[in-house]
């Protein structure tokens, strides 16, 4: 593991103050106590990783048959605010999401609508990297596809046959659960329960719960030559062959939805281990399940799964055009990954709601600096030497706290959810610390770098999340220029209006802005507006 003076870390290289060693040993303390809960063991364990210092994730991408829709992008937003904390933390992550690009229900959409498995792979791969690119996820280092990895396949199905663990019938291969006392383990079932799920009707097979490695193709489906004839892979030896090929035969983390624990991770699981013989997996994360509100035949609201037979699945592209990729990333990382996602318009309110608590300080403090809050503008970690020792030694010692305390809810199993409820604390503290100064109308110098320092570590914090990318607190970029100009007439009028006062004119220039959703706000050092 590489020492937390790591300057992605933090920045402990700063020259030395009082704090220094309690946050150094506090920091270090800190990365020795990520905590991560495994499906496997039912726990919250102690995260170690296979090798000191590198972490392997592997997470469970799309069948390109369809566009994505939100359910879609649960997976890769929660990791990319993974991979970007355990990065933080000094970790060196390779993060690894797969493409399947064969698969029962790309075959069936290519008969569907006549046109070649290959060229609706394509078409739906590049709408979903499209959709990765909008949401700001640029963190996954490899996106293999399964039709690149046939020779990986066919290679892991012959050491499977030869091992026993495996039979050839008829084209295809299968797995033989009943050579594998630990099948079930992931999923917690027994195999004599799982007889029912497994069909009896495939050609050649042994055991009900036998599951297809390789599949025979029919003369008008896609197919790649192989020792058991003319076939195609089944879906889950794909993503064993592809995960160990890039992370090795034993990684650290393999996520994906609820829905993907049984019976595609627990057949990952059983053909990777019995083929190796050794562990696969170190930790397996499943995250919860979007979740939307319909209406029921009677008329009244549920809110039910978002899949795709009921057709109430919310398309992803849609929704960034409609609410910003910044807002999205927030509103699906305010629950913690394992919870299901309840995606209403209340929720997303919500979430709007929220996270214009953190544009509003950002300009705010803006307006008192005069300058953009970038990272040219230190953090309370660089400026709290000075500051401990002054009169603002509370507001820098809280400030720091509340770093420490959003650490420690991402320690715990990635609590995204309570992290931003952290940021919210702190957003109030240096809100509060800005009025009982009085620091907009007194504009004491030192107290303005205060308060931008610590904006500047609420900052930091939500980019460690994936959160305040550029341009994420500007709502309105289209003609914004030209609203911003009508917008400073209207509280021009307003104001002179209250001058001669004129009440009642004053009242109807706010009371109309409110009824198109546009709330004023006086402050000591003018007014200002904003949408919500
Ligand atoms: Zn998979």
Redesign the pocket.
């Known amino acids: 593991m590489r020492s937390c003076c790591s300057r992605r870390c933090n920045d402990y290289d700063r020259p030395p103050h009082a704090d220094k060693l309690n946050s150094f040993a506090r920091a270090k303390a800190h990365i020795m106590t990520l905590r991560v809960y495994n499906t496997l063991t039912k726990k919250k364990e102690l995260f170690e990783p296979v090798k000191p210092g590198k972490v392997g994730i592997?997470l469970?991408?799309m069948t390109v048959y369809k566009s994505p829709h939100i359910g879609h992008m649960v997976g890769p937003v929660i990791f990319d605010a993974i991979k970007r904390y355990l990065t933080y933390k000094g970790y060196e992550v390779t993060w690894v999401v797969?493409i399947?690009d064969v698969d029962d229900k790309l075959i069936e959409a290519s008969k569907k609508v006549g046109q070649p498995m290959q060229e609706i792979a394509e078409k739906y791969t590049r709408d979903y990297l499209q959709t990765l690119r909008l949401l700001g996820i640029d963190t996954i280092d490899k996106m293999p596809k399964a039709t690149d990895h046939i020779a990986e396949i066919i290679e892991m199905c012959e050491a499977l046959i030869g091992k026993g663990h495996a039979y050839a019938a008829e084209g295809n291969v299968y797995f033989d659960v009943t050579k594998d006392p630990d099948y079930g383990k992931l999923s917690h079932r027994k195999v004599e329960e799982q007889e029912t799920t497994g069909r009896v009707d495939a050609a050649g097979k042994r055991y009900p719960a036998d599951f297809a490695l390789w599949k025979a193709s029919k003369a008008d489906e896609p197919y790649w030559d192989s020792p058991w004839g003319r076939g195609r892979p089944g879906?889950?030896i794909?993503?064993s062959a592809m995960s160990m090929k890039y992370l090795g035969q034993t990684f650290d983390m393999h996520g994906?939805g609820m829905d993907?624990m049984f019976p595609?991770?627990e057949n990952?699981l059983a053909q990777s281990e019995s083929a190796t013989g050794k562990e696969f997996v170190k930790y397996w994360m499943h995250n919860g399940l979007t979740r939307v509100r319909t209406k029921a035949r009677g008329g009244e609201w549920q809110v039910e799964d978002m899949h795709a037979s009921s057709g109430n699945m919310v398309p992803v592209r849609e929704l960034i055009e409609r609410h910003g990729a910044d807002l999205m990333r927030y509103f699906l990382i305010s629950t913690h990954y394992r919870r299901p996602i309840e995606f209403t318009d209340e929720v997303i309110a919500a979430a709007k709601k929220g996270l214009s608590v953190f544009a509003r300080l950002f300009d705010r403090v803006q307006r008192l600096t005069g300058a953009p809050l970038t990272d040219d503008v230190q953090d309370m970690d660089r400026t709290a030497a000075g500051l401990l020792e002054g009169d603002n030694g509370e507001f820098a010692r809280s400030v720091l706290n509340l770093k420490m305390k959003f650490l420690e809810m991402m320690d715990d199993d990635f609590n995204t959810a309570g992290a931003i409820a952290v940021m919210h604390e702190l957003a109030g503290e240096v809100n509060a610390f800005i009025e009982r100064h009085n620091i907009e109308h007194n504009k004491q110098p030192e107290l303005i770098t205060a308060a931008a320092a610590a904006a500047q570590s609420l900052r930091k914090l939500g980019l460690v999340l994936g959160l305040f990318r550029p341009g994420f607190a500007k709502a309105e970029p289209k003609d914004s220029d030209f609203v911003d100009q009508l917008m400073k007439l209207l509280i021009e009028i307003r104001a002179n209006a209250r001058k001669d006062k004129n009440f009642a004119l004053a009242d109807t220039v706010r009371k109309g802005l409110e009824q198109i959703n546009v709330t004023l706000e006086d402050r000591a050092d003018g007014t200002i507006w904003r949408r919500g």
């Open positions: 592997y469970c991408g797969n399947t879906w889950h794909e993503c994906g993907l595609h991770h990952e």
